[in-house]
């Protein structure tokens, strides 16, 4: 069955930078275009960041734009997130996430990661 | 302030009919881009309950469903139960922003 385990999150100061990771299990990793969600504590789901099948294309929100990189070694099966400046409001649990392949929407969902900005 | 926009709650009592809405816009739904629905269970990551607009993944029971039409689109649970007690999001697609996008979330609560 299809498993996403992210790692990397914890605690950083403002300004600072973090690494997420997500090893992906369970089906053709390098076929299907990947997703980072975040959902800050207590809040809604707001998508961060989608890269395509092959890493050859990225797209970003607003907010993550200039600051975070998203990545993949599909020889690894794995999704990175480099986050740089990270700000008080980046606070929240990390989501990789699976894209469906055929709609633009999300099939599977990792257990996440927290990321805490704080000083 | 999400782009798509959800009432911040909802409730019913058990066996009810209650609907969830999610307005979007000429570069999201309008521009006929699918609405897909997300429940997320106290505690757990979102599932999704409904994609491609009114469609059920295995599993999900048919008490579930979708619509869209024009910029909006409606989840209605049919037969309420105690278990659907939960956060509910859509979620489509905006050229605009070349990316998906999310609506504020629905606390359904079952009285």
């Known amino acids: 069955q299809v498993q996403l385990v992210e790692s990397g999150g914890g605690l950083v100061k403002p300004g600072g930078s973090l690494r997420l990771s997500c090893v992906a299990s369970?089906?053709?990793?390098?076929?299907?275009?990947m997703h980072w969600v975040r959902q800050a504590p207590g809040k809604g789901l707001e998508w961060v960041a989608l890269i395509s099948y092959d890493g050859s294309a990225q797209y970003y929100a607003d907010s993550a734009k200039g600051r975070f990189t998203i990545s993949r070694d599909n020889s690894k099966n794995t999704l990175f997130l480099q986050m740089n400046s990270l700000r008080v409001e980046d606070t929240a649990v990390y989501y990789c996430a699976k894209d469906s392949g055929n709609g633009n929407y999300i099939d599977f969902w990792g257990l996440g990661t927290l990321v805490t900005v704080s000083s | 302030q999400s782009v798509l926009t959800q009432p911040p709650s909802v409730s019913g009592t058990p066996g009810q009919r209650v609907t969830i809405s999610c307005t979007g816009s000429?570069?999201?739904?309008?521009?006929?881009?699918?609405v897909h629905w997300y429940q997320q269970l106290p505690g757990t990551v979102p599932k999704v309950l409904i994609y491609?607009?009114?469609n059920r993944p295995s599993g999900v029971p048919d008490r579930f469903s979708g619509s869209k039409s024009g910029t909006s689109a409606s989840l209605a649970i049919t037969g309420l139960q105690a278990e659907d007690e939960a956060d509910y999001y859509c979620?489509?697609?905006?050229?605009?922003?070349?990316?998906?996008?999310f609506g504020g979330g629905t606390k359904l609560t079952v009285l």
């Open positions: 491609g607009n009114n």
């Open positions: 979620q489509s697609y905006d050229r605009s922003l070349s990316g998906l996008v």
């Open positions: 369970g089906f053709t990793f390098s076929a299907y275009g």
């Open positions: 000429s570069s999201n739904i309008g521009a006929s881009y699918d």
